[in-house]
């Protein structure tokens, strides 16, 4: 059968993390800022509360992988969980964005409850979605041209929410702010209903492992624990989230109590624009760039190799980073400059990580003669889950010991903002960089591997 993937294909996958992308940039972007200044609870105990339900969570997303590979339907392995959960997904996704009127305990007690039970639906949808990409086809070219295509319409479902959500909150619910953030999530759960189900349509598995072998989870597992490439990706994944995740969870908080509004001219008429507005217009920019930088990918992986294109824009991103922290709070232009350099770096690698993953499952197949592709790419959800885990718990605990308040400018909690925006995110690329070199599945290795599989 052709590995070749159409681009009607092409595009329906896309939407599956489209949809996806709008919980993941949800939480991302705006939880934290939801939890402190919407809901009312402090920033350490929301930063507590997300590092222990999701860490929790990223280790569900092995069963859940594993769940999937043994999923037999007419549909496949992977498609009809896009069928079965999207709808679930959209109800407990509105369900924790609602701000019930009750004492600050039950707040907390609400909020571990239904950010808990969205993110075990969440997996239950996304890890399939994941590893669908690594039964579309076996092509290492073509799957990354598929990564290309879902991280350009996960980046156009961030934009939507980044762009939209503060100022839709803001006029569904007048003066009312939570109902407003309960209905425009709302709105945009409904969104995500219709993308699961394009891609469930649009879709289909043709891969199927060349040798036909019962094994067991304990047998999967133990595979996955002896392959030295995937604890290597793992890594690498999860510091480059918590790279993203530190860069994107800072953003409000940074246009807001640092660099503040701003006058600018537009048709020789002063407009102010409030945190807010720019919110909705910087942050997508940075999502913008990062589409750029995606369909940069597979260009760049013909030509000088995943590996080494991945190592170069992690090391720009890094120096990138630390140009954040010398911006003045007037510097419109080149806070908007720093946003399309860094952005583009930062999202080239995003799609060569679902693609070298797509590679360890080939070389744990060659390995092993086991294909175990649902546990294997339920580990780029896991990463995803620990980096952002990781990045938004160091959000409110930095918060935190800088003295932050909901809606108070102070020195101190400035000074924390602007490391959060700067050196932190730095670190992370940098350690990110240091597992990559220990990364061996380069384009000749993986030519060995997609013939052998070939052979038998």
């Known amino acids: 059968m052709t590995d070749k993937v159409t681009l009607r294909e092409k595009i329906g996958y896309g939407f599956g993390d489209a949809a996806s992308s709008i919980y993941y940039k949800l939480f991302t972007t705006f939880l934290i800022f939801f939890y402190t200044d919407v809901f009312g609870i402090s920033a350490a105990a929301a930063g507590t509360m997300i590092l222990i339900t999701r860490l929790w969570d990223a280790f569900n997303d092995l069963i859940m992988g594993a769940i999937a590979d043994r999923t037999k339907t007419k549909w496949g392995k992977f498609r009809p969980y896009m069928l079965w959960f999207s709808v679930p997904l959209a109800v407990v996704g509105v369900a924790t964005f609602t701000s019930p009127d009750i004492t600050d305990g039950g707040k907390l007690i609400y909020a571990y409850i239904s950010y808990s039970l969205l993110m075990m639906i969440y997996t239950a949808i996304n890890v399939p979605y994941s590893s669908l990409i ?20 996960a980046f156009g479902g961030g934009i939507l929410v980044q762009g939209l959500l503060l100022k839709m ?143 170069i824009f992690m090391l720009i991103s890094l120096v990138a980073s630390l140009m954040y922290y ?67 718990a160091l ?13 108070e400018v102070t020195a101190e909690s400035q000074s924390g903002i602007r490391i959060m925006m700067s050196f932190v995110p730095a670190i992370a690329a940098g350690l990110s960089v240091v597992f990559l070199w220990m990364y061996k599945l380069n384009e000749p290795y993986m030519a060995k591997v997609k013939k052998d599989l070939d052979e038998r």
């Not at 993203?244 to 407009?271: I, P, T």
């Open 326 to 392: 010398p911006v003045a709070p007037g510097s419109l232009y080149v806070l908007l400059l720093l946003q399309i350099f860094v952005g583009v770096a930062a999202g080239l690698p995003i799609p060569l990580m679902l693609a070298m993953f797509g590679d360890i499952a080939d070389y744990s197949e060659w390995k092993t003669g086991r294909r175990a592709t649902g546990l294997i790419f339920s580990s780029i959800s896991m990463s995803q889950k620990f980096g952002s885990t990781i990045g938004i």
């Open 395 to 407: 959000t409110g605990y930095i918060l935190a010991s800088f003295g932050y308040t909901p809606n």
């Open 134 to 153: 690594g039964v579309m086809t076996s092509d290492s070219v073509e799957r990354t041209s598929l990564a290309s295509y879902r991280y350009a319409f």
């Open 169 to 311: 909150a803001g006029v569904l619910g007048g003066d009312n702010e939570p109902l407003g953030w309960q209905l425009a999530v709302g709105v945009f759960a409904i969104l995500s209903i219709v993308f699961f189900l394009i891609t469930f349509f649009w879709t289909k598995e043709r891969v199927q492992p060349k040798q036909e072998r019962q094994s067991t989870l304990k047998d999967d597992l133990k595979d996955l624990l002896k392959n030295k490439e995937w604890f290597v990706m793992l890594a690498v994944g999860v510091f480059t989230v918590i790279f993203n995740q530190l860069r994107e969870g800072a953003a409000v908080y940074y246009l807001k109590y640092y660099f503040g509004g701003q006058d600018v001219m537009f048709f020789g008429k002063s407009m102010h624009l409030d945190y807010k507005v720019l919110t909705g217009i910087l942050v997508p920019v940075w999502t913008g760039a990062n589409i750029l930088g995606v369909f940069m990918a597979t260009w760049m992986a013909k030509t000088i190799g995943k590996k080494k294109a991945y190592t």
